[in-house]
């Protein structure tokens, strides 16, 4: 615009100095000439001024569009660069997420895997603990056996020192027990015999039968050693106990009578005794005394309670008849799988290959809310029914709407038997038993004399179903399976209804039978009883302290031998050491 504003002021410029000069310019025309020349130059000159003008206006605003183009760049350049930042942080930041829960991952696995080696850990240190001690009781039980040894050396040096004056006042003085020994025996011989059996009568005199020879060391017949407090033996299960019932009667008396041969004034130290099988059992009894501080005199008596030089039939006992039935009582809840086992091999053993009738009581303890062990009802029904079709199974099932006791159970199923005479066997789902069993559990039970409590073998984990060091030991604590008469169990007032839970109830039974006198509790090993192996399970919220520590005993106890536990404790090695936890192993298995 100021262009052509220059433009247009220098052509009307032109113009008017173009025009002819007035009547007094022409009268002057050499001033005309200098004005005209003056105004073109002038207007020129203006003209130009304005045009530089424009040119300046023009150079300011490109000046003005470049600067505005520039911020607008900047601004869209500024525009650009925050989203692409943000889309660059977002894909940062998703790629640290996916990283960061890829390592929480790895973590987790890393923890639980040292959770689980820290479990192996600690279950190793509590086993060798467990060995530790052990180990020390052997120890302990070493040292005992070489002090024995030791004393029995030095007293056998000093009956050997002893003059022969001595040893003939000895024989003289086994000779006068020996004669009253016969005057006792002769006394009371009646009580030997039982009362309905013959009275076997011993002959007039007898002589001590010769003693027994061993002709290896292993036929060697081993001491045992008393005093007035404890008994020490290697061959029983305790190495020192207390003596009580029996076993105290028996020392009481041999001191008693050897006390009768020992010199006034002398008092009771020591003792040992043994059973030679053909003599009888023997016992050597020391006495002692300080001599007025000048010594002290030491006396040993030897005194025999002998056997009889002959075999003597006392009694014969009467067999059940072959047609009387046998009722097997069996409390259970749940345990489907272990129920078809045990059907299995009672209908091999006890169905089809005995000759007299059997009669399975099932007493099943659930709640009706209890819908899964009404479902396991349902099954171990279908299970007996199978069985009663197939091999001729009589069984009942008498269902109970309370939690399992198993001494309710056993409780319920023996007064459901109608026979007041008949004979019982009570079992439990995980135990197998013979024929020959059978047999001996018939034979074993005389009504309203005695009751058999069979010691079970109870199998190790993963072993073989035969008797063996390397695959079980004898459950000598075990007191639940019983062979007995319908009336002795209501005579002996049954399990005790208060107890409830696991374990318990048998001992209390057997220990108020035992108290009461009326019946013989005859206990020995059987073979073709078993308890096989399964996994217990010792609930503390459940049972009570006592229950729950025979539980948790039981469960240590029937594991394994002491090299199974030996091979896993090898296997804890090296399951830590492939999990790289060397530095720990050294800690515990040095």
């Not at 009268?27 to 203006?46: E, I, N, Q």
């Not at 020490?232 to 029996?246: A, C, F, L, T, V």
């Not at 009581?361 to 299970?383: F, G, P, Q, R, W």
């Not at 009461?516 to 090993?525: N, V, Y």
Request: proline share 4%; hydrophobic share 40%.
């Amino acid at each position: 615009c100021v262009w052509w504003v220059g433009v247009w002021c220098v052509g009307p410029a032109r113009a008017v100095c173009a025009r002819p000069e007035p009547l007094h310019v022409r009268r002057h025309p050499g001033k005309t000439k200098r004005f005209v020349a003056g105004c073109r130059a002038g207007m020129a000159g203006v003209g130009k001024m304005v045009m530089g003008a424009a040119v300046i206006l023009l150079i300011i605003s490109a000046y003005e569009v470049g600067v505005r183009s520039s911020d607008a760049a900047s601004k869209a350049m500024a525009e650009v660069t925050s989203e692409e930042s943000e889309r660059l942080r977002k894909e940062i930041m998703d790629s640290c997420q996916a990283d960061m829960t890829t390592l929480q991952k790895q973590l987790k696995m890393k923890t639980d895997d040292f959770d689980s080696a820290s479990r192996l850990l600690n279950d190793a240190k509590m086993e060798l603990a467990s060995l530790r001690d052990e180990n020390a009781k052997l120890k302990v039980s070493h040292q005992a056996i070489e002090t024995e040894m030791q004393q029995i050396k030095s007293s056998m040096s000093a009956v050997k020192s002893d003059t022969q004056t001595e040893v003939d006042a000895m024989k003289h003085q086994l000779l006068v027990a020996t004669t009253s020994l016969e005057e006792c025996l002769k006394a009371n011989v009646s009580r030997v015999a039982a009362p309905a059996a013959p009275v076997a009568t011993a002959p007039a005199k007898f002589e001590l039968h010769p003693p027994y020879v061993p002709t290896t060391t292993r036929e060697v017949l081993d001491w045992e050693n008393f005093d007035q407090k404890s008994f020490y033996s290697w061959r029983r299960y305790w190495q020192i106990m207390k003596p009580i019932g029996s076993l105290q009667a028996e020392m009481s008396e041999a001191v008693e009578f050897a006390r009768q041969f020992a010199t006034p004034g002398l008092s009771f130290v020591n003792g040992y005794m043994r059973t030679d099988p053909f003599r009888g059992n023997e016992y050597l009894v020391d006495f002692q005394h300080a001599n007025d501080g000048r010594g002290e005199t030491y006396q040993r008596i030897y005194v025999v309670r002998p056997f009889r030089p002959e075999i003597v039939k006392v009694a014969e006992q009467k067999m059940l008849p072959e047609a009387q039935l046998l009722h097997v009582i069996m409390p259970l809840a749940g345990r489907v799988e272990m129920f078809k086992k045990f059907m299995a091999s009672f209908a091999k053993e006890a169905l089809q290959s005995h000759h007299f009738p059997v009669k399975l009581h099932l007493v099943y303890m659930c709640a009706e809310s209890d819908a899964a062990n009404m479902e396991a009802l349902k099954n171990i029904t279908a299970i007996a029914e199978d069985y009663a079709q197939s091999s001729k199974l009589s069984f009942e099932i008498l269902h109970l709407k309370q939690p399992f006791a198993r001494g309710i159970g056993l409780e319920a199923g023996a007064r459901s038997i109608t026979d007041s005479e008949g004979a019982m066997f009570f079992v439990d789902v995980d135990m197998y038993f013979s024929s020959k069993f059978l047999t001996r559990c018939r034979a074993n039970m005389v009504p309203g004399k005695r009751a058999y409590f069979p010691i079970v073998f109870s199998m190790y984990r993963n072993k073989p179903r035969s008797v063996g060091h390397s695959n079980g030991a004898w459950r000598n604590y075990g007191l639940g399976m019983v062979c007995m008469f319908k009336s002795d169990f209501v005579a002996m007032g049954g399990y005790d209804k208060n107890i409830t839970g696991w374990g318990r109830e048998d001992v209390e039974f057997y220990e108020r039978v035992s108290a009461s006198k009326k019946l013989d509790l005859f206990r020995a090993p059987d073979p073709g009883l078993m308890h096989v192996f399964h996994e217990k399970v010792c609930d503390a919220n459940v049972l009570t302290e006592d229950q729950f520590s025979d539980c948790m005993g039981s469960k240590v106890d029937w594991e394994g031998t002491k090299q199974d536990l030996g091979k896993i404790m090898a296997k804890y090695e090296l399951a830590l050491r492939k999990a790289g936890k060397t530095e720990v192993v050294s800690q515990i298995l040095p």
